[in-house]
């Protein structure tokens, strides 16, 4: 081992780490496994880092590691900005999700469980926070085009966020009726592009706290901005009844998104409660002659 690490490796060391990553390359651009044989040889450099018992794994870091991430880092870049050219925002989110889960696959067959991690730090930020911007343009409008549905009744005013059928929504043979009796509100709308690019964000977005962040924030704001259109229009209508009752409508809309799209995280939730603390406080409610008077606060 001490002869190749220092009289063989050094002779041949460029042409073998330029094969090794073209090798991993191909199998990137194939969607195949690399070659049982590349895995032997990339374990020769974590091989060759024990004879230094003072600095283990540096060489391995040095002549390996930093060298596949850095080609790594250049691959999906160019990767990027093909699929931002050619595809939807909605499709660019399904692309750089498969692209994460083949990535994370083939690291574990062929590096050091060291390196893992860095992988992951780096597909994030090459592919989500470079990219942060384009991913949240896809809020706003999906937020919309889902709280535009009519809400599922089986959705109830609780704490609890369970999904239940009431009696009078139960038909015969113990199915329920209505729009989205067969399957509910999870099952339904979350076939929907919207409630999926929805989903897809929120698992991409969490793992870096500044993405997760912007994402919370654009979530609310979006929410809220619903709320607050829908409303001016109730209210023209002096009928404080409908007030409530559109109040009561729009929470179980958000209720619906929160379960559907974001797996009722708790920070979203808050989140959530902000947005309709907002929407309900956006205007002074008070009686006149048995009409409503409303007042932006």
């Known amino acids: 081992l001490y002869t190749w690490k220092n009289h063989l490796y050094t002779k041949v060391k460029e042409r073998l780490l330029s094969c090794l990553l073209n090798e991993i390359q191909q199998a990137r651009m194939s969607g195949s496994n690399v070659r049982h044989e590349l895995q032997g040889i990339i374990g020769s450099y974590k091989k060759m880092s024990t004879i230094d018992q003072t600095h283990r794994m540096r060489f391995y870091g040095v002549e390996f590691e930093k060298p596949f991430l850095l080609d790594t880092a250049e691959y999906y870049r160019r990767k990027v900005q093909l699929a931002i050219q050619e595809l939807s925002v909605s499709e660019y989110l399904r692309t750089i999700e498969k692209h994460l889960g083949e990535e994370e696959l083939r690291s574990r067959l062929i590096v050091d469980a060291s390196t893992n991690p860095r992988v992951k730090i780096l597909l994030d930020k090459v592919l989500v926070q470079e990219n942060l911007a384009l991913i949240c ?98 209210v023209q209508n002096a009928n404080p009844i409908a007030f409530v009752e559109y109040l009561l409508d729009y929470f179980l809309r958000l209720k619906g998104l929160v379960i559907t799209c974001f797996n009722k995280d708790e920070k979203v939730m808050a989140r959530m409660d902000q947005a309709f603390k907002e929407v309900m406080n956006d205007h002074k409610i008070s009686m006149d002659n048995g009409g409503v008077v409303t007042t932006p606060l």
């Open 137 to 234: 343009s896809a809020i706003d409008p999906s937020v919309e085009i889902f709280l535009q549905r009519e809400p599922d009744q089986t959705i109830k005013f609780s704490d609890d966020w369970s999904l239940k059928k009431s009696p009078t929504e139960e038909g015969p043979g113990g199915s329920a009726s209505g729009e989205y009796g067969k399957r509910g509100i999870v099952d339904e709308l979350g076939r929907s592009d919207e409630a999926e690019d929805l989903l897809r964000m929120f698992r991409l977005l969490s793992f870096n706290e500044e993405s997760r962040q912007t994402l919370l924030r654009d979530v609310q704001e979006s929410m809220a901005k619903f709320g607050k259109r829908e409303v001016a229009k109730v």
